[in-house]
C-alpha cells in the first residue's frame, strides 16, 4: 500500500513536470503520468481504506474486478494499439483493432454494474466439514 501511494504520487507530480517542461520528456506524453499514477492512488487509497474498515462480500469481488481488468486493459491496449507491426499490413490501422483493445473496459464496466447493483451476487456459505458436498471427510 505505501508503495502504490509513493509511486502514485511520484508519477502525478512527474507527469505535471513533464507537461510543464520542467523535466525533459522521454517519449510519452505528461498526461498518461498522471492518468497512471491517479489510478494507482485510486489503488493504495482503496488498500488503505480496506485495512482501516475491512472488506468483504460485493466489494471484495469489485475491487479484485476493477484491479484485474484494468491491467488487462492496459495489456490488452498496448498490444493491440501499440504493437500493430505484428498484425498483417491490412489490419494495421483498422478500427478492428478497437474492439480486442477495449474490450477489458467493457467487461468491467459490465461486471461491476451486475456485481455492485444487482442483486447477482449473494452471499454463498461455505459448506461445513463432513457435508456432502465438502472435501474433507
Given at each position: ?51 482501516v474498515r475491512g472488506i468483504s462480500g460485493q466489494r471484495r469481488i469489485a475491487r479484485h474486478l476493477w484491479r484485474m481488468c484494468f491491467g488487462w486493459f492496459i495489456a490488452t491496449g498496448s498490444f493491440f494499439l501499440g ?55
Open positions: 500500500m505505501l508503495f502504490a501511494l509513493a509511486i502514485g504520487v511520484l508519477s502525478v507530480i512527474h507527469g505535471f513536470q513533464k507537461a510543464t517542461g520542467r523535466v525533459a520528456s522521454d517519449g510519452t506524453p505528461g498526461s498518461m503520468d498522471i492518468f497512471m499514477g491517479s489510478v494507482i492512488l485510486l489503488a493504495g487509497i482503496g488498500d488503505l481504506r480496506m485495512l504493437q500493430q507491426q505484428v498484425f498483417p499490413v491490412w489490419l494495421r490501422g483498422s478500427a478492428v483493432l478497437l474492439v480486442p483493445a477495449l474490450l477489458p473496459l467493457m467487461l468491467l464496466i459490465f461486471w461491476l454494474i451486475r456485481v455492485r447493483f444487482t442483486n447477482a451476487y449473494k452471499k454463498m456459505s461455505m459448506p461445513r466439514p463432513g457435508h456432502v458436498y465438502s472435501l474433507e471427510s
